[in-house]
């Protein structure tokens, strides 16, 4: 047990240092799980102090600075002309996923009713969000072929906290080391490419897991979630060689 | 200059702390010159003086990990969406305001260097436990150079890697290969010295309680 902690210990040092190998992120979200009372943020806000002793401010230019403010959701929905009604398609991007890979079917199959997963955190999350914003927007997820046929689950969003999870049954279980799923968001405000909705695995024993979404730019009124199958570490643009689920309004 | 002058004297800002010249935002005393309080409120001009007080911080930070600038101001826009995000989750009594930014730049620019060289991302902010206040490795009531001068009992070549990684931040490659040593030796040394600098910074903790 003694030995169990001070692995974790030093892989939790290894993650604040950034230089965990692909198959010690494994081992450190194994341990993580089993010594939850270990986890913290200490090690984080040590290896802060210690670089900021040293970190010179550099100016920000003014065209960052206000690219930034635009970042900040309350900014820009302010500054946001109401647009006119318009016919929302991701079939423009979804096209080529689709002529690429398996056949996706459009048929919205009913939520499965299986009780989520005991994943503390994120899983409080999600009900705390449900219940504090119970008109936050909900899509099921519609599954492609094999061997993602059995996949079901929702995303919860709610566009004013920028929050939101994915609660999904039966995806099936990646190796870190040789691939991970990545959400994308699709908005059809922003420019063309979908929006990075972060990298995930599903762990040995998860029937039903239930994932933060971790959106790299604000998003606003999602008109599609899709999650892809990419290389370790996720990729910046999705070729969508393989489409595993689909969630649209 | 021996190491323990050069990190004492080599940032003026340390300096300035030691004269008691301390900048208005990193005050602790005054609750009213926090901002991430208010941001957590959904205060957009408070986010705003948070990206003109610390926009410079996190731009430094972003830029000692990710060279080409588009990328760089893209990671500093993720960066500040997470601020916003999660600002209710700052605690004075933890840590100061910059720390905890700093924080979320450095583990953000951690994870675009990770995705460019093909590693899984780490864990983010959402799936870590709050720190409690009363946790024996708490910030807020301590200075850097306080915690540089707490960490000089560490042993030397652990030191030197630690100047060459938080100060100068070189890679672990370019660390192994000035330190002519193995890769392997050099992340053994960089963890479990920042272990071992987590007891320290608990003992200094301890004193200060116990001289009050």
Request: with cysteine; aromatic share 6%; proline share 6%.
């Amino acid at each position: 047990m003694e030995n169990a902690l001070a692995r974790f210990e030093e892989l939790d040092a290894g993650r604040v240092l950034g230089d965990l190998s692909p198959k010690e992120t494994s081992e450190w979200l194994i341990l993580a799980e089993r010594h939850q009372g270990s986890n913290s943020i200490e090690l984080d806000l040590l290896a802060t102090e210690l670089e900021l002793q040293e970190t010179q401010p550099c100016d920000l230019s003014s065209s960052l600075s206000n690219k930034l403010a635009d970042t900040i959701p309350a900014f820009s929905n302010k500054n946001k002309q109401q647009p006119a009604t318009q016919i929302i398609s991701i079939l423009p991007w979804l096209g080529w996923a689709v002529a690429a890979c398996l056949v996706i079917s459009l048929n919205i199959p009913d939520t499965d009713t299986s009780p989520p997963a005991i994943q503390l955190t994120s899983t409080q999350k999600l009900e705390a969000l449900i219940k504090k914003e119970p008109s936050s927007q909900r899509l099921a997820f519609s599954s492609a072929s094999d061997p993602y046929q059995n996949i079901s689950g929702e995303v919860i969003w709610n566009d004013g906290l920028q929050e939101g999870y994915m609660s999904l049954t039966n995806l099936p279980v990646n190796d870190p080391t040789q691939n991970q799923y990545q959400l994308w968001i699709v908005d059809p405000e922003r420019d063309e490419l979908p929006v990075d909705g972060g990298v995930f695995d599903i762990p040995v024993g998860s029937k039903t897991a239930v994932i933060p979404i971790r959106n790299a730019l604000h998003v606003s009124k999602p008109a599609a979630f899709v999650i892809t199958l990419e290389q370790p570490g996720g990729v910046v643009n999705s070729k969508q060689e393989v489409v595993v689920a689909l969630a649209k309004s | 200059m021996p190491l323990r002058n050069f990190i004492l004297f080599s940032n003026i800002r340390s300096f300035e702390f030691a004269l008691g010249i301390v900048p208005p935002s990193e005050s602790q005393g005054s609750s009213n010159s926090l901002l991430l309080p208010l941001v957590a409120k959904g205060d957009e001009t408070a986010m705003r003086k948070c990206i003109d007080s610390y926009g410079s911080l996190v731009w430094s930070i972003v830029c000692r990990r990710i060279r080409d600038r588009m990328d760089a101001e893209e990671a500093c826009q993720e960066i500040f969406t997470e601020v916003w995000r999660i600002a209710a989750r700052f605690d004075p009594k933890v840590s100061k305001e910059s720390t905890f930014i700093g924080m979320i730049a450095r583990r953000r620019s951690i994870d675009w260097q990770r995705k460019q060289n093909r590693l899984p991302p780490l864990a983010t902010l959402d799936s870590l436990p709050e720190l409690s206040t009363t946790s024996s490795s708490s910030l807020h009531s301590i200075d850097r150079s306080e915690l540089w001068n707490a960490l000089q009992s560490l042993p030397e070549n652990t030191l030197k890697l630690f100047s060459l990684h938080f100060e100068k931040g070189l890679t672990h490659d370019e660390i192994a290969q000035q330190a002519k040593l193995p890769i392997g030796t050099v992340k053994t040394k960089l963890r479990r010295g920042l272990i071992e600098a987590r007891k320290l910074l608990n003992e200094l903790n301890l004193n200060k309680e116990l001289a009050r």
